[in-house]
């Protein structure tokens, strides 16, 4: 087959870049793969140091003017290179593959991959679901029913979970984490339990509640906890409202760093309490760093861990909820069963191999001969 990936974030891109860059890198080899997306953005980087794979430069703007001259660039592309399928990934390339691929004789497969819980009722959303769709994917059950109760329930819809890269993401031997620890934290106490996340620090992403229920313990029992969130930093409104919680000795920002494995394997724990989550890396990345993982029940995340098997599931912005966990933490010592489940959980549902043959499988469905495209009614 011959892809082409599209995604219009123009700087870091978030899970949309990771996403298109996991399965660029699996595809590759088997099948011709390229990727549209801006110069500027993370994406453009990284699939551009991978072998055998095309980046090309597109800005997808939303502005008119700029938009004609794009979406014609973007005809020319699909006319010459004859794709059999173009993967989008969100509404601005969306839109200009549906408008570049309108009256093409030899018209690629359109894939949506939905990465996000918000509504689908839109215009623009109707207008793409019958002019430029044909197949759509959900990161989670969650969202592959917010599908199929909107305009795109006319095309086939399928669920398929992240993959993550389970050799970068793995268990790292006790000598190299107290090291990682001694580095990061300084000389730690014994009976300390390190919590990370790398789902980022804007307030959605939920750590502030884990936050606030730390504040509710006393100083000794604040004390035999470690908080790790990696991200952007703090600014603003929300870096006075952690401040206000006198949490410095306890919560410490390592920023947006490059190297995410390593805040996660040097944890005991890994934790996303989104406010609103489709599914999560940062939660598939922990389980597969063999993390059990505290996540909240919002939109797809409960999907990711198995209560009390390879993680725990608490009500999203229950501080309550969360000061009890944490209590529960002092009184029980972690399972020594939880860490081989997560682990075991990250490779059977969420590593790249299987991600990968799920989409690939998603595609040979839908270019397959007599299957009706988007123009059918």
């Not at 949506?112 to 819980?117: D, G, P, S």
């Not at 969650?142 to 992240?162: D, M």
């Not at 603003?236 to 306890?250: I, P, S, T, V």
Request: proline share 5%.
């Amino acid at each position: 087959m011959k892809i082409l990936y599209t995604n219009f974030h123009p700087r870091n891109g978030g899970g949309h870049a990771t996403y298109v860059a996991n399965l660029a890198a699996c595809l590759q080899g088997e099948h011709q793969v390229m990727v549209a997306t801006p110069a500027s953005s993370r994406l453009y980087a990284q699939v551009g140091q991978v072998p055998g794979v095309r980046a090309i430069a597109a800005a997808f703007s939303t502005r008119l003017a700029p938009m004609l001259v794009e979406v014609a660039r973007l005809r020319r592309l699909l006319r010459r290179e004859a794709f059999d399928i173009v993967h989008v990934n969100g509404s601005a390339d969306h839109r200009q593959i549906m408008l570049a691929c309108l009256g093409l004789r030899q018209a690629p497969r359109i894939v949506f991959t939905k990465h996000n819980t918000m509504r689908l009722d839109s215009v623009g959303n109707r207008i793409r679901a019958r002019l430029g769709t044909d197949g759509a994917i959900g990161v989670s059950d969650f969202v592959s029913r917010l599908l199929r109760r909107s305009p795109y329930v006319r095309v086939p819809i399928r669920t398929i979970r992240h993959g993550v890269d389970t050799d970068r993401f793995r268990p790292r031997d006790a000598a190299w984490v107290r090291a990682q620890r001694q580095a990061l934290l300084g000389t730690l106490p014994g009976g300390v339990l390190v919590l990370a996340s790398v789902g980022g620090t804007d307030r959605d992403k939920g750590w502030l509640y884990l936050a606030r229920a730390l504040a509710c313990l006393t100083p000794e029992q604040q004390a035999r906890f470690r908080v790790l969130v990696a991200g952007d930093p703090l600014r603003g409104r929300l870096l006075e409202d952690f401040q206000a919680l006198g949490l410095d000795h306890c919560v410490k920002f390592p920023g947006l760093v490059r190297d995410p494995e390593r805040i996660l394997a040097l944890a005991d724990v890994g934790f996303v309490l989104s406010d609103h989550e489709a599914c999560s890396f940062a939660a598939c990345e922990s389980l597969a760093t063999g993390l059990p993982t505290l996540v909240s029940d919002a939109g797809g995340l409960p999907e990711v861990v198995r209560h009390s098997e390879d993680g725990w599931v608490v009500p999203a912005g229950d501080v309550l909820a969360l000061k009890e966990w944490l209590l529960s933490r002092l009184r029980e010592p972690l399972p020594g069963t939880m860490a081989l489940a997560a682990r075991a959980r990250a490779l059977d549902t969420f590593s790249m191999a299987v991600f990968a043959r799920n989409t690939q499988d998603f595609y040979h469905t839908l270019i397959a001969p007599g299957v009706s495209g988007r123009t059918a009614s």
